[in-house]
């Protein structure tokens, strides 16, 4: 009988194990179509512009209104799925996402198209914000939280190379509409999965209460900074309306601590700061996710415009880099962790990003693939996929599960602020440089390539910062203690 009960035993515990991992697919699932959606709509773009007859200016906004409010939302939302539950908040997101997908694919006017776009980016806020914390709730164990995070990873470096070639794909066979509409079927899929495969693990109390006032200052500043960023490049970054702007954001910030430090019960409680590896892996999300940036972006125009690249061959050159990140994200990633800990692989990973950087920042204006690109693609792959998983378990690992919304939307803001930030200084700095070649009487190519030197330079020492502070800041253990998980509330 006992050993009947316990092959019945075991067998349960198999089963629930499988229950898990399907429920992260699930979950992976509707990540991957936020993370499709931030590249698909760029190769449509041109498409847009003719058909609904937007002008270049405007035009930015088909992109811009869904980093506004996305990047507004995260933090808000990561605290709402603590405070009424992680799953509910993940279907209501998924099935908006959808939705204002719908909206947005069916539109026919501009100002549609761009209020969808908004309303797309709120969605996709809490989608991001509470999908990051259902893992941590479905992985406790240190060894499978490690594997969990780095599938997480896995899709979130590759999503962004299948949005460009999807959008393209349905851009080029059928319209520019179905860059939204694809959402539709993915998200009632996904939806339905999660209903299904995804446990509610609510853990808030009973009567939860949100901090109004610090969740109205705290969104209206991210608002406002992640606008000032975005129009920056055209308003000016010393004008009156930038400065202005960054102004108003810095006040409601300060605000918003002032009323977090006596509120009863705050959207964003300080203490969390006190947890050592939280406030350090937020410093170096910031900072990796603004060389990443330069990479990612400014690496795509050396080879379109100082090498003369195709789009399609672009696409291909970021193959080895995502192929590397993947590899080490479904499984050394997490072997890593476990063996060396947080601080050793998060550290290499990113001065391996950074070495990667000083390699482009030294590429020649008539530079081969091979000698010349390829090196550098190789070196940001593994360290993309060494960095990715320890600097997300360093984030949320010691949280209590209570705020593990909360610190799931904080370090995707960080990332989010870190990369709008540095791309919009890397490319002003890129511009001014190459301006200043120009008025020389530099050739064009030599100067737009002297332009993008300063800008990876500058994204290397990025990477090389991050990597400082994370060797130094922190601690090298992968599961909290009793002490750490107590000390928010």
């Given at each position: 009988?006992?050993?009947?009960?316990?092959?019945?035993?075991?067998?349960?515990?198999?089963?629930?194990?499988?229950?898990?991992?399907?429920?992260?697919?699930?979950?992976?699932?509707?990540?991957?179509?936020?993370?499709?959606?931030?590249?698909?709509?760029?190769?449509?773009?041109?498409?847009?512009?003719?058909?609904?007859?937007?002008?270049?200016t405007?035009?930015?906004?088909?992109?811009?209104?869904?980093?506004?409010?996305?990047?507004?939302?995260?933090?808000?939302?990561?605290?709402?799925?603590?405070?009424y539950?992680h799953?509910?908040?993940?279907?209501?997101g998924?099935?908006a996402f959808?939705?204002?997908?719908?909206?947005?694919?069916?539109?026919?006017?501009?100002?549609?198209?761009?209020?969808?776009?908004?309303?797309?980016?709120?969605?996709?806020?809490?989608?991001?914000?509470?999908?990051?914390?259902l893992?941590?709730?479905?992985?406790?164990?240190?060894?499978?939280?490690?594997?969990?995070?780095?599938?997480y990873?896995?899709?979130?470096?590759?999503g962004?190379?299948?949005?460009a070639?999807?959008?393209?794909?349905?851009?080029?066979?059928?319209?520019?509409?179905?860059v939204?509409?694809?959402?539709?079927?993915?998200?009632?899929?996904?939806?339905?999965?999660?209903?299904?495969?995804?446990?509610?693990?609510?853990?808030a109390?009973?009567?939860?209460?949100?901090d109004?006032?610090?969740?109205?200052?705290?969104?209206?500043?991210?608002?406002?900074?992640?606008?000032?960023?975005?129009?920056?490049?055209?308003?000016?970054?010393?004008?009156?309306a930038?400065?202005?702007?960054?102004?108003?954001?810095?006040?409601?910030?300060?605000?918003?601590i002032?009323?977090?430090a006596?509120?009863?019960?705050p959207?964003?409680?300080l203490?969390?700061?006190?947890?050592?590896?939280?406030?350090?892996?937020?410093?170096?999300?910031?900072?990796?996710?603004?060389?990443?940036?330069?990479?990612?972006?400014?690496?795509?125009?050396?080879?379109?415009?100082?090498?003369?690249?195709?789009?399609?061959?672009?696409?291909?050159?970021f193959?080895?880099?995502?192929?590397?990140?993947?590899?080490?994200?479904?499984?050394?990633?997490?072997?890593?962790?476990?063996?060396?800990?947080?601080?050793?692989?998060?550290?290499?990973?990113?001065?391996?990003?950074?070495?990667?950087?000083?390699?482009?920042?030294?590429?020649?204006?008539?530079?081969?693939f091979?000698?010349?690109?390829?090196?550098?693609?190789?070196?940001?792959?593994?360290?993309?996929?060494?960095?990715?998983?320890?600097?997300?378990?360093?984030?949320l690992?010691?949280?209590?599960?209570?705020?593990s919304?909360?610190?799931?939307?904080?370090?995707?803001?960080?990332?989010?602020?870190?990369?709008?930030?540095?791309?919009a200084?890397?490319?002003?700095?890129?511009?001014?440089?190459?301006?200043?070649?120009?008025?020389?009487?530099?050739?064009?190519?030599l100067?737009?390539?002297?332009?993008?030197?300063?800008?990876?330079?500058?994204?290397?020492?990025?990477?090389?910062?991050?990597?400082?502070?994370?060797?130094?800041?922190?601690?090298?253990?992968?599961?909290?203690?009793?002490?750490?998980?107590?000390?928010?509330?």
């Amino acid at each position: 009988m006992d050993v009947a009960r316990n092959g019945t035993a075991a067998q349960t515990d198999a089963a629930a194990n499988s229950h898990r991992w399907f429920a992260l697919g699930a979950l992976c699932l509707g990540v991957l179509m936020d993370v499709i959606d931030t590249t698909i709509v760029n190769v449509a773009l041109p498409s847009i512009k003719a058909d609904l007859g937007f002008s270049p200016t405007n035009l930015a906004w088909v992109v811009n209104a869904y980093v506004l409010t996305f990047g507004g939302c995260l933090l808000l939302s990561g605290r709402l799925g603590d405070l009424y539950g992680h799953r509910r908040l993940f279907l209501v997101g998924i099935a908006a996402f959808s939705l204002t997908s719908l909206a947005a694919g069916l539109a026919t006017t501009q100002a549609v198209l761009i209020v969808a776009r908004a309303a797309q980016g709120i969605a996709g806020a809490v989608v991001a914000a509470v999908a990051l914390s259902l893992i941590v709730d479905l992985f406790p164990e240190p060894d499978e939280r490690a594997k969990a995070m780095g599938i997480y990873g896995f899709v979130c470096a590759g999503g962004g190379s299948i949005g460009a070639m999807l959008g393209g794909l349905l851009t080029g066979m059928l319209n520019w509409h179905w860059v939204f509409l694809v959402n539709l079927p993915i998200g009632v899929a996904v939806f339905a999965l999660s209903l299904r495969l995804v446990p509610d693990t609510h853990n808030a109390p009973a009567n939860p209460r949100l901090d109004f006032a610090g969740a109205a200052t705290i969104t209206t500043s991210l608002i406002l900074a992640v606008y000032a960023i975005v129009n920056g490049n055209d308003a000016g970054w010393i004008s009156p309306a930038t400065l202005g702007l960054l102004g108003i954001a810095v006040g409601l910030f300060v605000a918003f601590i002032a009323i977090e430090a006596r509120v009863r019960e705050p959207l964003m409680p300080l203490a969390l700061f006190r947890l050592r590896n939280v406030a350090t892996a937020n410093i170096v999300g910031v900072l990796w996710a603004a060389s990443m940036f330069a990479w990612f972006f400014l690496s795509a125009l050396y080879m379109q415009q100082v090498l003369g690249y195709e789009p399609f061959k672009v696409g291909l050159a970021f193959v080895p880099a995502n192929v590397i990140m993947a590899i080490f994200s479904l499984g050394l990633s997490a072997k890593m962790v476990m063996r060396f800990g947080l601080r050793l692989p998060l550290a290499a990973g990113l001065l391996l990003a950074g070495a990667a950087l000083v390699l482009f920042a030294r590429a020649p204006a008539d530079g081969s693939f091979v000698v010349d690109v390829l090196p550098g693609m190789l070196l940001l792959g593994l360290g993309g996929g060494m960095a990715f998983n320890p600097v997300l378990l360093a984030a949320l690992g010691d949280v209590d599960p209570r705020d593990s919304g909360l610190a799931s939307g904080l370090v995707n803001t960080a990332f989010m602020m870190g990369g709008a930030l540095g791309l919009a200084v890397l490319a002003s700095l890129a511009a001014a440089r190459t301006d200043a070649l120009a008025a020389a009487h530099v050739a064009p190519a030599l100067a737009l390539n002297g332009g993008y030197h300063v800008a990876f330079a500058l994204g290397a020492a990025f990477a090389i910062a991050a990597a400082t502070i994370s060797w130094i800041g922190i601690r090298a253990r992968t599961q909290p203690t009793t002490a750490d998980a107590g000390v928010a509330h």
